[in-house]
């Protein structure tokens, strides 16, 4: 009977053991920077396929979304500065392609670029000489009438995105267009493995689609918004599942992006009406959950 608790105890041991060593190797998400990229008024970034530039958004005291870089240097991030293309109006959602050579980016300018307009639309630009062109605009079958977002792409060129689903930043869904020559095919929306009735997006896709990582209000989770992840299994995205408390807070957790090298995800998190960018460990969280997918 002594012997039958004592390894009773042992078992006990063992497994309390392995949960503590669980939580110590994995982290909370930490903020990026204080003070040099997470300011209180930073969001939505991006990196270069080496992760040594990072862009990300930030708003003026005059309220206008401008695109910043900032570079790493001897570990640790440089001053950020605007980009070349940014600062007239609302440019936000920048994301760099797998190659780094393009920046998909969502803007309420003008197909003319000579004014506003009330929703925002899905632009691009490319790297000329190692500096960004001009900005061009996605054609009128997958920019509507209604705002389209956070475009996300992948090594064959296909185009994720969030579409609202009213005029202005209303309820939204994710939509997926596949590349096509030179162009892209009619959009069509996810199934309900991936949307809800509730809001969806903000849809970062990996290089290879294998997963992809969105944001939803959606009941059962731990704040106003948490980050979800569904993985692309014989040709159909899973059911989302929460990426859980190390990620997602009591507060909103949103705006996903993970590095090339899927160590690390960083994601937006909104408190107390501050928009800072944070980052978090990737590769347990993303183990565990691919275990179970």
Same mark, same amino acid.
């Given at each position: 009977m002594c012997l039958l608790a004592f390894r009773k105890g042992q078992i006990l041991l063992v497994f309390l053991t392995l949960i503590s060593t669980e939580l110590v190797a994995q982290k909370k998400a930490e903020l990026v920077a204080p003070g040099i990229i997470s300011t209180g008024q930073d969001y939505c970034t991006t990196l270069t396929p080496k992760g040594d530039t990072m862009y990300f #958004?930030?708003?003026?005291?005059?309220? #206008?979304?401008?695109?910043m870089i900032s570079n790493l240097i001897n570990g640790k991030w440089g001053q950020p500065r605007q980009v070349s293309f940014t600062g007239t109006f609302n440019d936000t959602d920048p994301l760099l392609t797998p190659d780094g050579k393009s920046m998909y980016f969502m803007t309420n300018r003008n197909a003319d670029q000579k004014g506003w307009k009330e929703d925002f639309d899905i632009w691009v630009v490319d790297l000329v000489d190692n500096d960004w062109g001009s900005p061009y605009r996605l054609p009128d079958f997958i920019n509507t009438s209604f705002t389209e977002g956070f475009p996300s792409t992948t090594s064959g060129g296909n185009l994720y995105f969030?579409?609202? %689903?009213?005029?202005?930043?209303?309820? &939204?869904?994710?939509?997926?267009?596949e590349k096509v020559g030179g162009g892209f095919d009619i959009p069509q929306k996810l199934g309900n493995q991936i949307n809800t009735e509730k809001w969806d997006g903000h849809p970062f896709v990996s290089a290879n689609e294998e997963f992809m990582i969105f944001y939803s209000n959606r009941d059962g989770g731990y704040g106003s918004c948490d980050l979800y992840i569904s993985f692309l299994k014989n040709g159909e995205w899973t059911k989302a599942q929460n990426l859980g408390p190390t990620v997602n807070s009591e507060h909103c957790d949103m705006v996903p992006f993970v590095s090339r090298d899927n160590q690390t995800l960083y994601f937006t998190r909104i408190e107390d009406?501050?928009? %800072?960018? =944070? &980052? #978090?460990? =990737?590769?347990r969280i993303f183990n565990r959950l691919a275990s179970l997918k």
């Open positions: #958004v930030r708003t003026s005291e005059e309220g #206008v979304d401008a695109i969030f579409r609202a %689903n009213k005029p202005g930043h209303s309820e &939204q869904d994710i939509w997926y267009s009406g501050k928009r %800072n960018i =944070f &980052q #978090v460990s =990737f590769e």
